[in-house]
């Protein structure tokens, strides 16, 4: 059976085009003017998009003897009621254990999910059996690792091990990834903030400044460097940790920032709420930023510094939040915003003139495929590229709210923000999921999407 | 009749696959595997890329009663003997005379075009009829227009002047181009330089250093920032003006800047030559930098804050270089390079690791067809796009020599250079123009490519 | 007769020590303990510092058939009252007129000053007569050059003017100084938000956006460097001047810039007053700015990117300032503050912990001495230097206030500040100008102060 | 009985003017015209500096069983016979070692220094008895701690311990002081050059790339930033350090950078030299650097964002250098440079015009005795400083000579080289440790200099 989508606008990261688009089995087939098929989408007045790609969600994720809120089908279902056909999931071995557990735990949770994901794999800590793992790892398909510079006593490697799982990444062609915050500073600067009786959520923000984030970024690219290895930075949230990267790109070297699109659309004023759990529910590392922050991650977007908008996706329920109250070390990290991207970042970025269509596909979708080597199988409309496609309609509009929500959590960051710009249609690999704006997803339908290593 | 190129490894600005490629009637009309056609052109072990675009070409262009050497039918002829298949020339109104009128000129030069070319409008003077000429030539299809800061006293505008015209491109929705060197301080230096008895060519490049270079680049930039039109800036010769267009791209402004591949490739130590006809065959505008310089171009083609290579080809014969012995302002400006950019940039760019073979494409093609809206028709490797195409052979090699070049001119400035990387074949719309390394061009094959003002 | 200063803390650009200081014959004739003399001044609780030195003035300044408000005899005595024990003050020739003509024309007004004071010559106009006469000039002691960007139509000069009067500059050792905006895009955005019916005050701040000065302040400081002669940048209002001036320092270059301690404390929100008269009397070029702009100014205090904090003084009543009523282009430009700059930065700068005491003494008085080159006759306290002193209460507070001041225009920008910070006594020249804060000044007192060449 | 200096010019950090010198007891009694005393210095055609400051030395350093081989003797005499009239050494307390042990064992190394001298405190280690015994520290007047972030199991401290020591030093109004090396890089890097066959000199600079010493600078300033405390850098000897001071002081932060008299004048080319003795002489950390590296820390000494010059004076014979012979990780660290420091200086930066006199003076002595807090009893010509004087002859030259040095090593890196500028006379505390040219110091007229915390 065949689906065609027809009287669209095709904008791709680098076109913007009228043509109609034909898939059978899950890809597409034929890109032109007058195309039939057996089952007809039409984008009159529409965008037909690569879906998004979210490279960086925390979905079912264990925390303290439960989860993080979403899981791979409520996660993914939210996905593709916005747009959103691929996101990639951090696998996280416990300290001690190895990778190919780990791997094996996180394929374990992806049974029910509803579009097509794929995995990084963190490096917790470092022995033999993870430098032998690393090679397993990546030719099972996972060709990026993530490095955490914080959560001292937790998953935070030193400079040491960060060195020699880069050169391990080099030689390996894979990506290193790393969230780079000083874990060190941010420790002893919660520790006395607690000493000093601030336990609430606004001392998340005072306990990790733009500068500790700066410096950790600014380390990682040197040992990146060192290393020969090209560099991933995951939420860029601040001008500190923009500026290094950008330094590094002016002198040739091949390293990426992620602004999320909390970072580019809210801040840090949210943690001042009186409301304990407004702002709970907002705690997430790097915490969200003053306005002039945000000003340098929209022109880093516009000028090239910075490549990729994502989410950080990590539901936990206000019930989860509320495991911090009297100490804010404690709030689990994280937010949800894997429904809200797209539109947010249409309405934020495209409808204001700061992006152009073809820059919103680029760095919502196309730019990842790239970095992450699985374009033009995702990321693209072109002839043989999975049909992982949305049908965007700029004139659709709503207001965010957690009441009418895919994602399982209790609350949203957005809500109440009108978004201008919604999914018509979305689909994962031919599979219509979301249909004239009614979820459709089907539990099990998502593929595990291998990605090779550079030579 | 249709042409099939097989065999070979597609690769364009974001993409390398292994596809067949089907032409007919000019135009691409299949890619993928297994394709069959009349013609049959082998691309084993070759690279099949969009053909290259020269933004930055004066063809027949007049010069103190004579014109430069090279004209519409032996650059074009050089173009596609080195990969390039379309070339932009800037027509040149003198002081005085209509756009229209000058439009009509170059139209006039270009019978025997061998492959396809557009042109770029200068603004030589500021009234009331070039205001209005300006909407005409952007109906006609030409919707850049240049800008001169430097040539004071012929071709130079001044502030007020460029104010006004860059507001009227941002009015008709065209792009700007400037030349940027401060004209009044290069004036002067060259006075002094004279009166102090520095005649020869060397003191040309001491007329015009990096310091006024930089300047004009950033005064360009913050007017047309304020008139609200993006800017390209042609002939990126040097850090201080990199470092310019860097800075107003972090601010998130659209600017674009353009290496020349002499200027990536040769030096100042070229105008030391004792040779004074040595000397003189290199004296362009802006002239060769130091080491230093070199190495902010690399890094800004690899960071993407330069995103262009041209050559500015405008080639002067010795003869005509000897009108300057003894007063080098008299040295017409202008080298060659048109046969030569693919070539040195693959042999300097992409052998030695510097760039990938995307971005070859991308800073030798793409981005330029993109920025001046002729994508994808040109710059594209793609079904309905024009087969301006090469197949690259990377084992091919050769010394580049002035006794064996297509262009008209008596020397060459990368003469005894060794390039590996040349075209097997070159088509332009089809037409091969160059096939197993033999010129095979067609006089008046190309035509003119009218391209679109911006919404 | 001696005077002595006993008990005070002496505060030095790079010293802060208790010592007597005993004056004789209008100069310091020793420093140390236990000093007696003839009058004796208490400076328990206070600083001693060098008298304050504002480098920047325009007291009665032609215009339009008037002059500015305060003239040398109430311009000194608001300085005085305020600390500040020299003025430099600007000689404007008119077009064609000759610098010794309008040096003789600006002399002849300082007659009944009450401090010492010096000139800058202003270069409005170029020709062989201003060659000739600028020797002349330093000859006479005045070894400072103005030249201003802007005001195009009136003082406004070119490139080309700019480079040989700075060339002329270099060979009498003689500084370089510029106002730096974009006279050009001044006068047609000007134009065009009056043709838009934009006439109010606010109409002044949107006509000479931040831009316009960074692109001027970094093109003066190219052709300072190509001219070889040091550069004063005078009021430095915004990041994109200070960046141009941090950028030149960075790479060697001897070129100072001076905020203003009006835009170092007030804001562009000023104009947005729907008091016509509140905004036009806080028109003066370059407009106030943001709060980053100003955070910027007070970083480069910090980190000595900024040298010298002067006023601009030029003072125009309400009266006159309506002149502009219904063309915003016709409110004469310039605000006072002379008699408010050291109580402001003292207030806003030490007490805020942003500056040292040491630095404050650099920057109102030390660096610009020497910068001009009549340290350490001014701007020390030295044994030999000039008794300009300023017997510092750091607990002396009230509130600015028209009201109550020595200047003699009807309003104050600052009015309703409280400043905590005011002299207890001011010296000039050992005589003793404000005593318990009571002003005592001498008519006539002051003196013409030459200054040197550099070798 | 008085010693008066007479004829000459006397030059400061911010004067240059024509004045005798009176000195008793040690210090100056007198500055003026026409002063007459016991013992008459004639200083005609000199300038009479404050004598040099060098606050980086390691004299009688053990070392393996030895010590460096200069002593507080001849140390002290070699800094007498070039200028330097203070030197502040560092005590080096053994990990677990108290830091009071460590002073004691350093003031018991002093009883023969010929001049002042003061010491730094290094923390390499982390306790509470560290943590107390700094308090004692700054009361025995050393107010500044160093810290190395490099030397991995030896010196080096973490993150977490520089954090923890920073926010002591800000408590007790001490300076921090930082060693700036990413040591976990440089012993993997060492590790790997070892493996991989390279033993030799050569090697120490490939192991200590810039980039790891602008890492560690950049990160010890956010570490500074957030405990609040001043930071100084130890031998910035990179453009990439430089760039991290320069960064931090744009923002207002207090850091200074330190370059080294050999970074200024040696390049990288050295450890390229194929006699083994040579290079391994040179082998310092960080090693010497490129050319392009050198004209970055001149521009920073010239625009004020780089501040002192010193040596870090480290002498191993070349016996000693021998150890490392077949493994370059166990050449000792260090070179000379303390009786070369003036003269090197004063050839390269003022006789070349990059430095004025006054900022010399700046550079060598007065900066260093600010930040130090020993201004102006150190580092100053004022009445009440310490008489610790040189009268420079601009005129006298010499070619540098281990055969000729006062220095007790066998080598000389500056050998051949040659100077103008020496000391006609130097003087500390009065006594005249060299006159006309020959040394006659005294063994043990130097004293401990202790210094108060900030308030
Ligand atoms: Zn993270
Ligand atoms: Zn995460
Ligand atoms: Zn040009
Ligand atoms: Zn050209
Ligand atoms: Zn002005
Ligand atoms: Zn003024
Ligand atoms: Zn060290
Ligand atoms: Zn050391």
Request: net charge negative; charged share 20%.
């Amino acid at each position: 059976m065949t689906t065609v989508i027809k009287n669209g606008t095709i904008v791709t990261a680098d076109l913007t085009y009228k043509a109609d688009v034909l898939i059978l089995g899950g890809v597409i087939t034929a890109i032109g003017a007058g195309l039939s098929g057996d089952k007809v989408l039409d984008a009159s007045g529409c965008y037909v998009m690569p879906g998004g790609i979210d490279p960086h969600t925390h979905l079912e994720m264990p925390f303290m003897g439960t989860y993080s809120s979403d899981d791979f089908e409520s996660g993914t279902r939210a996905a593709l009621a916005g747009g959103t056909t691929m996101v990639v999931d951090f696998a996280l071995p416990a300290p001690g254990q190895g990778l190919l557990d780990a791997l094996q735990m996180w394929h374990n949770k992806t049974g029910r999910a509803n579009c097509d994901f794929s995995f990084h794999m963190a490096i917790t800590w470092w022995g033999e059996q993870v430098f032998n793992e690393m090679k397993t790892v990546v030719d099972q398909g996972i060709t990026s690792f993530k490095h955490f510079l914080a959560y001292k006593g937790a998953l935070m490697v030193n400079d040491d091990e960060l060195f020699h799982s880069f050169s391990r990444c080099a030689d390996l062609g894979a990506l290193a990834m790393v969230h780079a915050e000083n874990g060190d500073v941010v420790a002893e600067l919660s520790a006395r903030l607690l000493a000093a009786g601030n336990t609430g959520p606004e001392a998340h923000a005072y306990s990790r400044p733009p500068q500790v984030e700066g410096e950790a970024t600014n380390r990682a690219i040197m040992i990146a460097d060192m290393a020969g290895v090209p560099l991933y930075v995951v939420h860029t949230s601040c001008e500190d940790s923009h500026e290094a990267i950008r330094r590094a790109r002016m002198q040739g070297k091949r390293v990426w920032g992620e602004p999320l699109i909390q970072h580019l659309t809210l801040d840090e004023s949210e943690y001042f709420n009186p409301d304990w759990d407004h702002a709970a529910r907002r705690v997430m590392s790097p915490p969200f930023r003053s306005k002039q922050h945000q000003d340098s991650l929209w022109a880093g977007l516009q000028s090239g510094s910075l490549s990729v908008v994502a989410t950080d996706h990590c539901a936990f329920t206000t019930a989860q939040k509320r495991f911090g109250m009297g100490d804010f070390t404690k709030i689990p990290n994280g937010t949800g915003g894997l429904e809200d991207r797209m539109p947010m970042l249409w309405t934020h970025g495209v409808a204001t003139g700061r992006l152009t269509m073809n820059e919103f596909v680029a760095v919502t979708s196309t730019n990842i495929a790239k970095i992450l080597n699985c374009y033009p199988k995702k990321g693209a409309v072109l002839v043989g590229a999975d049909a992982d496609l949305v049908v965007w309609d700029p004139a659709k509009s709503k207001v965010i709210s957690a009441g009418s929500q895919q994602s399982s959590i209790d609350y949203n960051v957005f809500e109440g923000k009108v978004v201008k710009g919604l999914p018509r249609y979305t689909l994962s690999r031919g599979q219509v999921a979301v249909e004239d704006g009614e979820v459709k997803t089907r539990e099990g339908h998502g593929h595990f999407v291998g990605r090779e290593a550079r030579p």
